[in-house]
Each structure stands twice: as C-alpha cells, then as structure tokens.
C-alpha cells in the first residue's frame, strides 16, 4: 500500500530553520515526481516546491526561492525540504505528495507544482513560525 507520511514540523520564531521530511513506503520514491504543497488558513493549497524523478531538477516558488531547498536520500526512500529564514507567512500545514505528471522546460523534462496532477498525498504537518 502507497504511504506517504509528512514529519518535521514545529513551531519557530521568525528567521529560523526546520527540515521536513517526507517517507515513503510500499513503493520507490525516486521513480516519482515529488511536491511539496502548503495550505494556511483560509487560503488556497499552494506549491511550494517540487522535484522530479531521478536526478531530475527542482522548481521552486518565488516566494521560497533562496531560502528553502529540496532534497532526497534515495537510501532513506526520503524527500526533504530545508526551509530557512523562516517567516510568519510560511505559516500553514505543509503536504508532500507524488506524480509522474511533467512539462518539457528548455528541453528538459521538469516537475508541476500544481496540486491538481498530483495523485497521492501526505496527511500534512504543521509549521508556525511566530515569535
């Protein structure tokens, strides 16, 4: 059974850091295209990054572009998000999802960050960034 299970999340006053983690279980990470989403209150689930399969590359939003960073540990069947210099907008719950949805950009093939293609999702965890 496809699991994707979200941890990492916390409460942290602005300009800090927190890792979120994103495991996965009965199938291979890295033959999947992996999101990561957040949804605050009232608002819209929004992407925020996202990386695509293999050694493909990452997309970033605007808003987190310099200050977060996604990864993954093939070993650990493991994607993360390194967000720094948090701020009280990035507040929300923070999802990963999967899928081998892709658009062609300058001839490379590279992720969607558009939640409607992706197919399987985490339960979310929180992140609060107040002081």
């Known amino acids: 059974q496809l699991q994707l299970v979200e941890s990492g999340g916390g409460l942290v006053q602005p300009g800090g850091s927190l890792r979120l983690s994103c495991s996965a279980s009965g199938f291979t990470l890295n033959y999947y295209a992996v999101g990561w989403f957040r949804q605050a209150p009232g608002k819209e689930r929004e992407g925020v990054s996202c990386?695509?399969?293999?050694?493909?590359?990452?997309t970033y939003a605007d808003a987190v572009k310099g200050r977060f960073t996604i990864s993954r540990d093939n070993a650990q069947n493991t994607v993360y998000l390194q967000m720094n210099s948090l701020a009280p907008e990035d507040t929300g719950v923070y999802y990963c999802a999967v899928t081998h949805a892709y658009v062609i950009t300058d001839i490379q093939a590279t992720c969607v960050m558009t939640p409607l293609v992706y197919d399987d999702w985490g339960q979310g965890t929180q992140v609060t960034v107040s002081s």
């Open positions: 990386v695509y399969r293999g050694d493909g590359p990452a």
